[in-house]
């Protein structure tokens, strides 16, 4: 639409203007918002932008491939991609308090997107450039719970970069914060980003890390990727992405039950639906799934995911309930 064009066209316009010729850093979490401020970007400025992407391998299923691949050749955005799993993964381990997790997940991701960040000025100081600016996908629902002033926007998660230390200041540009989310996708349709990115459900920064009831291993989040890659493909064949929230997939890691599969008996792990339907994730209701399409995510994750044999629904509002298990 002509608003959405306009919108483009005026911040693609005040990006340029305010950064001029210097160069800029943005950190990719594989959500909506730094994509489509990461995009912007680009489209205004091109390769005066690096983009940093932290794999911490508490992503989705194939979140990873459409950042590196998909977003990349949606945008041409020039990407240094880290591979941080396995210290993500020693520095998770043993833990299984939620607030001792996010603060664990949190202190990394600064850790590893300050070395990257280093990288990315290092390499522009060789080139006799400097990098001045600091790209973060802050939207006005954001900046108003933060009170509003500049660079104020250090809210909830970890991929807002708050924590960088002295020697490593940048200003800040966020040209999402005018918008509301619903903008912001369309902003990034307009900008050409694939459906996958743009549609994508609202995900926790801590990620899988806080959907897996116990310890956080490797062969764990191999299973819960496995089981919401499932829940998430038959909502989308059931059309009903736009109308749910989110549905986090919850592994009770440390929870078993006899079940039958195949011919012997099983004793494995239970997978949580957590079926939402929400404006805003303050408050939400538990959504009223069509039984055929849980009666279809139910026998795909038992049937392909062999340490699954068993899968419940959660029909507990917000309040009381929160919408992520942890
Ligand atoms: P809760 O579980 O509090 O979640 O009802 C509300 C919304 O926030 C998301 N969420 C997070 N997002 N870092 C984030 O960036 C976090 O630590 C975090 N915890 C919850 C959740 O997915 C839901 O959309």
């Known amino acids: 639409t002509w608003t959405m064009v306009n919108i483009v066209d005026e911040t693609v316009a005040a990006i340029r203007e305010k950064v001029g010729s210097g160069r800029l850093v943005c950190g990719l979490s594989g959500g909506v918002d730094s994509a489509v401020a ?6 205004a400025v091109g390769d005066q932008l690096t983009c940093v992407f932290v794999d911490h391998g508490l992503l989705r299923k194939g979140e990873a491939e459409q950042v590196e691949r998909d977003f990349v050749a949606a945008t041409g955005v020039s990407l240094k991609v880290v591979d941080a799993q396995k210290r993500f993964l020693d520095a998770l381990a043993g833990v299984t ?6 603060k664990i997940i949190g202190r990394e991701f600064i850790r590893v997107f300050e070395q990257a960040a280093r990288e990315v000025v290092a390499d522009a100081g060789a080139h006799g450039e400097t990098v001045e600016f600091l790209v973060q996908g802050t939207l006005y629902p954001d900046v108003v719970e933060s009170g509003g002033g500049e660079g104020a926007a250090n809210i909830k998660s970890h991929h807002n970069v708050g924590g960088l ?3 490593l200041q940048f200003q800040l540009v966020e040209p999402l914060r005018a ?3 619903d903008e912001v996708r369309r902003v990034g349709e307009e900008l050409g980003l694939p459906a996958e990115i743009v549609w994508r459900q609202p995900f926790p920064g801590p990620g899988l890390g806080i959907r897996i009831i116990g310890e956080v291993t490797a ?4 299973i819960l990727r496995e089981a919401d890659a499932i829940a998430r493909e038959e909502l989308t064949l059931a059309g009903l ?11 009770l890691a440390d929870v078993r039950s006899v079940g039958v599969q195949g011919d012997g008996r099983t004793y494995g792990h239970p997978v949580v639906l957590r079926p939402v339907s929400s404006e805003d994730a303050m408050t939400a209701d538990w959504s009223r799934l069509p039984y055929d399409v849980l009666a279809r995510i139910s026998t795909r994750i038992t049937n392909e995911v062999r340490e699954i044999n068993r899968v419940v629904l959660d029909v507990t509002s917000k309040p009381p309930g929160t919408i992520e298990w942890e």
Not at 219 to 222: A, F, T
Not at 241 to 251: E, M
């Open 38 to 43: 990461a995009a912007l970007v680009q489209r």
């Open 179 to 181: 918008l509301f989310k």
């Open 219 to 222: 062969e764990r989040l191999d």
């Open 165 to 167: 230390p002295d020697d």
């Open 241 to 251: 992405d736009r109308d749910i929230w989110q549905c986090p997939v919850v592994l």
């Open 97 to 102: 308090d939620p607030e001792e997790k996010r």
